[in-house]
């Protein structure tokens, strides 16, 4: 009994070694990517994590979800899936993941049109000269009423600045929706044509806009749901509803 009691004690602090050296050389790898993508490619690494495939990471950076060989000489971009007894995606269950954590930030600083009796929300990137965001939001109340609270982010689609290095109209029309006394009664405003008042303040669009490119955001308007996962384009109130019952 002692003997295998001695044995067993042996070959755990042999695994637990393995493991702490495996981690240690993973810490390693992972500093060595970060600069290597940053110093060759302008990458900003936010976090670097192991995919399912052997020596292959995943990689979330400023410009979205790339992988990459660990020892950092190959690195692409696109979809992975996984192939059993059904087709799963790997990259959007991995992106859900992070954008339900990144979120968090900006929760005190979205614009939001609840639904008296809440049953779902959904968290919208939009942009005010989007014609299919004004469509969305142009049925704001039947969202509602389909117990569906709608909450915006801004997402500029011309981006933060120009070619010359200048703020973008569309970037401070939406800061200025952000930033007034009212934002919802500016983001309907807007959305119906009228003159957004100029305004500046510290919240934090361009973080927003950022964000969206992050998590695969590259049209408006993208809709991410509870669970993280996120529907491309316009979904009218009655589909939307479809779609978010089916999760339960």
């Not at 052997?54 to 660990?70: H, P, W």
């Not at 973008?168 to 919802?184: G, I």
Request: hydrophobic content about 40%; overall charge positive.
């Amino acid at each position: 009994m002692l003997k295998k009691l001695v044995v067993s004690f042996v070959v755990f602090v042999i695994f637990a070694s393995q493991n702490v050296f495996a981690s240690e050389a993973f810490e390693q790898e992972k500093k060595a990517l970060k600069l290597k993508f940053s110093a060759l490619l302008g990458l900003e690494i936010s976090q670097i994590k192991a995919s399912p495939l052997n020596d292959i990471v995943e990689v979330f950076t400023n410009q979205g979800l790339f992988y990459a060989s660990k020892d950092g000489n190959y690195l692409f971009h696109g979809k992975l899936f996984g192939i059993n007894k059904s087709v799963v995606d790997l990259t959007e269950a991995s992106l859900a993941s992070i954008r339900l954590d990144g979120m968090k930030k900006f929760n005190k600083n979205m614009v939001v049109f609840p639904a008296k009796n809440e049953k779902h929300v959904i968290t919208v990137f939009t942009d005010i000269t989007c014609g299919y965001c004004r469509k969305l939001h142009n049925q704001m109340d039947e969202y509602n009423k389909k117990g569906i609270t709608v909450r915006y982010l801004a997402y500029p689609r011309s981006g933060l600045k120009n070619a010359l290095g200048e703020l973008t109209a569309n970037f401070k029309n939406m800061r200025s929706v952000w930033c007034n006394e009212d934002p919802k009664k500016a983001m309907s405003a807007a959305f119906s044509g009228g003159s957004v008042p100029y305004r500046i303040c510290d919240m934090n669009v361009a973080e927003q806009f950022d964000f969206g490119r992050q998590v695969g955001v590259n049209g408006t308007p993208a809709i991410m749901l509870e669970n993280g996962m996120m529907l491309p384009g316009y979904r009218d109130p009655a589909s939307m509803l479809q779609v978010v019952e089916s999760l339960n």
